[in-house]
């Protein structure tokens, strides 16, 4: 098996410039899940939070700018996305619970914000697509990654991880400090962006979005490709 070089994870830390405790996505360099083990997707349930409010729709960071970990490049940003063999790879790299069950409840063909975090300029870069449904993540397992769980068994695997394709760029980058700006005024008001995960929960990389219950509102820079007025869910 080839060696990853790039990572994610599925705590991340406070989208600032400097310092966080975030990690980032990795991925197979040959880009293809057709080179890891094909193993089916671990049935567990989603979470609480999954449970009762089903997604279709996601966000989910990623480290665009160079950063060593145990001597691995976690670098991978959309622009790396794109390059891989049929614009797909796997997501891996994910050790935070709620987001590994985020993972195991995301269905083929459901779409993701792409996000850019912990760099100069975070926010959402783009948007991709499932190719393929959770099943266990293969760095867990590989003593040189710094994603390694000693913990984990083959036999009874604790990480999953899906395969995503891009789609597109968005038609212009949306910052970080525009996404906190609908959500402060959300927040006043009680629109949909009110609750949004990213900075409710700020180290969580794998976050559902689900349909604005209030009124409709959409990011006027997301591209039309399908019904994407959607709001990050706070619970």
Same mark, same amino acid.
């Given at each position: ?6 990572? $994610? /994870? ?5 989208? =600032? ?26 049935? /567990? ?15 989910? &960071? ?5 950063? %060593? ?5 976690? =670098?991978?940003?959309?622009? @790396? $996305? ?6 797909? /790879? ?12 985020? $993972?195991?409840?995301? &269905? %083929? ?8 975090s912990n760099?100069? @300029? ?32 083959? @036999?009874?695997? =604790?990480?999953?991880? #899906? ?7 968005? &038609? ?15 927040k006043a008001?009680?629109?949909? $962006? &009110?609750? !949004? #995960? %990213?900075?409710?929960?700020?180290? %969580?990389?794998?976050?559902?979005? /689900? ?16 019904? !994407? ?7």
């Amino acid at each position: 098996m080839p060696k990853s070089q790039k990572r $994610l /994870t599925g705590a991340a830390g406070p989208d =600032k410039k400097g310092p966080s405790g975030k990690r980032t996505k990795t991925g197979n360099p040959d880009g293809a899940s057709a080179k890891m083990e094909n193993s089916s997707p671990q049935k /567990t349930s989603a979470s609480k939070n999954c449970g009762k409010n089903s997604s279709s729709h996601w966000l989910m &960071k990623s480290e665009p700018e160079s950063r %060593l970990e145990k001597g691995v490049d976690v =670098k991978f940003g959309i622009e @790396d $996305l794109k390059a891989q063999p049929n614009q797909t /790879t796997c997501w891996d790299g994910v050790r935070n619970y709620q987001a590994r069950n985020f $993972l195991r409840a995301m &269905k %083929l063909e459901e779409e993701a914000f792409f996000y850019h975090s912990n760099c100069k @300029d975070p926010g959402i870069a783009g948007l991709m697509k499932i190719v393929k449904e959770a099943y266990p993540d293969h760095t867990q397992f590989e003593k040189n990654s710094p994603h390694y769980d000693p913990s984990s068994k083959k @036999d009874n695997p =604790k990480w999953s991880m #899906v395969d995503v394709q891009f789609v597109r760029m968005m &038609k212009r980058f949306i910052p970080l400090a525009e996404l906190k700006t609908h959500h402060q005024a959300h927040k006043a008001t009680g629109g949909p $962006l &009110k609750d !949004m #995960v %990213l900075f409710t929960r700020q180290r %969580l990389s794998v976050q559902p979005l /689900t349909q604005g219950k209030s009124r409709p509102f959409s990011l006027s820079s997301t591209p039309q490709h399908g019904p !994407m007025n959607f709001h990050l869910l706070a619970d």
